[in-house]
């Protein structure tokens, strides 16, 4: 059954539905900000993500042991949570210049709330969905709050087990969510195709039963097309105008020519599914011509034998078909062929 977000059918009778996701990537400049939603409204985005929280909403802000980042390969080694909140949120003010320009370019606005208080401003700018991040997929309340709202829900499923997400879609469902698509998602910055593992994808949508998607951190756009194979219905990508401008999210972020050949690349995956079928498309039935079937390569003569002399498999594909050659071998001609002629069955009947 498909979705609709703001006029935008989602579903498997439908494109993929191609997110930018802006994330930090507006380097706390408003301007940029809006450069931005041009930038992926241009490359054929559908959407335009934000997130809402601030450092405060997010964490606590205390230094030293588990709020700073101590993982030696993370993007942000080094940082304070509060410190790296602070330099990548969106102020909220922003929210309604965004969404504004997002709407006249005729794209899609919607964003990840981190905490109820986001969610009750987002539903005063009219948000028509709600994203919850993957760190955010065993934040109960929250979920609750954004599915209350009756508008449809995305989840990240980033590091959750089944049971966690069984707990996410049940809480999402008994506050009235009735639209909820599950992402498939890596949580790390970047994260390798190794470890992407969309093989999941199916067997997500058979689990719960709802429409299924990548949140991807890969570079480039070969997962992606790949997940749409393999029946993902939403690809969300972090989106930046340059990665060498630098930003707490530029590294794994892709550009706009990037965007472009993303959302070209899925559309192509997805119109490639088709059905199961065999045999000649109607396109291909111009080309059943140049099929080989049985010709004769010399003159026969009434009488004479079909042999392997006088009798090729070739194109086109106007004579019999060639399973017939072993049963027309011997047996005798009941009429003269030129070379060249097409051996049809109404005349060796």
């Not at 703001?6 to 706390?28: K, T």
């Not at 450092?55 to 790296?84: C, K, M, Q, Y």
């Not at 993902?232 to 930046?240: D, R």
Request: overall charge negative; aromatic content about 6%; some cysteine.
């Amino acid at each position: 059954m498909s979705i609709n977000i703001a006029g935008r059918l989602i579903g498997p009778d439908h494109p993929p539905f191609v997110i930018a996701e802006m994330s930090g990537n507006h380097n706390q400049s408003l301007d940029r900000a809006l450069k931005i939603v041009e930038a992926a409204a241009k490359a054929g985005a559908h959407a335009i993500k934000l997130q809402t929280y601030t450092a405060d909403t997010i964490t606590l802000n205390v230094r030293g042991g588990s709020f700073e980042i101590n993982d030696p390969d993370s993007l942000w080694a080094g940082r304070n949570l509060h410190d790296l909140y602070k330099q990548a949120y969106t102020p909220w003010e922003w929210h309604g210049p965004i969404m504004e320009r997002a709407s006249e370019l005729g794209m899609i606005c919607f964003s990840s709330p981190f905490d109820e208080t986001a969610v009750e401003s987002l539903e005063e700018l009219n948000a028509p969905a709600y994203k919850i991040a993957s760190f955010e997929n065993n934040h109960l309340p929250l979920i609750a709050k954004a599915a209350s709202t009756g508008k449809p829900l995305i989840i990240s499923t980033g590091m959750a087990s089944l049971a966690d997400l069984e707990r996410a879609v049940v809480t999402a469902r008994n506050a009235g969510c009735e639209k909820l698509i599950l992402l498939k998602c890596t949580s790390t910055y970047p994260a390798t195709p190794g470890n992407t593992n969309i093989r999941t994808i199916p067997h997500l949508r058979d689990m719960f039963g709802f429409q299924v998607g990548l949140s991807d951190h890969t570079m480039g756009v070969g997962v992606a097309v790949a997940a749409v194979a393999l029946g993902a219905t939403v690809i969300e990508k972090h989106f930046t105008l340059s990665r060498a401008d630098g930003g707490v999210d530029s590294a794994f972020s892709i550009e706009p020519s990037e965007m472009t050949l993303l959302v070209d690349e899925t559309k192509r995956a997805w119109e490639a599914l088709g059905e199961i079928r065999y045999g000649p498309t109607e396109s291909e039935t111009s080309s059943l011509n140049l099929r080989r079937s049985i010709y004769v390569s010399k003159d026969i003569c009434i009488g004479d034998s079909f042999t392997l002399d006088n009798l090729r498999i070739v194109r086109p594909g106007d004579g019999a078909p060639p399973y017939l050659i072993d049963i027309l071998l011997g047996k005798v001609a009941r009429r003269s062929y030129s070379a060249g002629t097409a051996l049809r069955l109404d005349e060796l009947i």
